[in-house]
């Protein structure tokens, strides 16, 4: 926003990086990771979606991968190692997730099986404060 760059102005060059919201980095290997920051921005957009239930919302804000037991619901035609916005079954984005499974898959699997791959949470608010950017 215009504010913010007024603000960033005043910041000296040197220790100013850049004003606006953090969307991710690049690993050492050149692959561009999502940062949670970003959730905000990319969840009204997702095209893949997957609801937990309220059981499972903690384990996944601590870190945790999202099981088959733990599954609310999946986006229809979502592909395995597709990208995924984590929801609450209130709607409330948490995170980011790869589908480890696919939705056909999902159906057939046991209940201890990950069908979500953990990413990135609103819970690293929290957990990484101080490396968080």
């Not at 102005?9 to 991710?24: D, H, I, K, M, N």
């Not at 949670?36 to 996944?60: H, M, R």
């Not at 499974?101 to 159906?107: D, L, N, V």
């Amino acid at each position: 926003s215009e504010k913010l760059l007024k603000l960033a102005a005043s910041v000296p060059r040197e220790s100013l990086v850049a004003p606006g919201t953090c969307f991710g980095k690049f690993t050492k290997s050149q692959k561009f990771r999502l940062s949670v920051t970003a959730l905000d921005f990319l969840a009204p957009y997702a095209k893949f979606k997957v609801w937990v239930k309220p059981g499972s919302e903690q384990s996944f804000l601590y870190g945790n991968h999202v099981l088959k037991s733990g599954l609310g619901r999946i986006t229809e035609n979502t592909a395995q190692y597709q990208g995924v916005v984590v929801y609450s079954m209130a709607d409330v984005p948490l995170g980011f997730g790869v589908a480890a499974k696919s939705t056909q898959e999902c159906r057939k699997v046991d209940p201890l099986a990950i069908v979500v791959f953990h990413q990135a949470d609103v819970g690293e608010y929290v957990r990484n404060e101080d490396t968080l950017t």
